[in-house]
């Protein structure tokens, strides 16, 4: 018998002080009103449909170290051990021209964008593109690239004084 393979995403902390996570809103307020009594669609399911406190980054590391081998093959392993599939296709596009160079994965997590090719082969749509070519976007964040930490410092927009 085989052991059970771990999972390609993770738990993260989502007790922790300061943690947003978009929930809430008006509809606690309007709840039990006349007006929500006589509006029907207001009648469905109080929760969103976000699944908070996963983070996907070693489905998209096991996703790069399968470039050039069959698509079947890949999905197939990668679905087996995943709670849902839409993940994949966060950095998966069926076809080359639907892929993106790279993709934003957090708030300073970038992935090389992949798409299956004619041949059914997970491929990686832009394969010159490096660490060394991307830029980050602040300077307070550990910004990275497939794993590794962006060359390139910040760059402060040039403020003109009026």
């Keep these: 018998m085989r ?8 738990r993260v902390n989502t007790k922790t002080h300061g ?10 307020w309007e709840r039990n009103t006349k007006k929500a009594k006589n ?15 996963l983070d996907y980054t070693p489905l ?17 392993a990668a679905l087996a051990r ?4 839409e993940p994949i296709f966060n950095l998966v596009a069926l076809r080359q021209e639907e892929g993106k160079p ?3 994965t957090g708030e300073s997590t970038y992935f090389s964008g992949l798409y299956v090719g ?20 602040c300077p307070c964040c550990t910004h990275t690239f497939n794993g590794k ?14």
Aim: charged share 25%.
């Design 39 to 53: 509006n029907g669609s207001s009648q469905g399911a109080m929760h969103k449909r976000h699944r908070h406190g």
């Design 118 to 137: 004619d041949d059914n082969c997970l491929a990686v749509v832009d394969p010159e593109l490096t660490v060394e070519q991307m830029k980050p976007l």
């Design 82 to 85: 995943l709670d849902t599939k």
């Design 149 to 162: 930490r962006f060359t390139r410092s910040y760059d402060a927009p040039d403020q003109a004084i009026s």
């Design 60 to 76: 998209y590391k096991f996703l790069l170290s399968k470039v050039g081998q069959d698509w079947d093959a890949v999905y197939s």
């Design 19 to 28: 943690v947003g996570h978009g929930d809430g809103g008006k509809s606690r």
């Design 3 to 10: 052991p059970q393979q771990r999972p390609l995403y993770r």
């Design 102 to 104: 790279y993709v934003r």
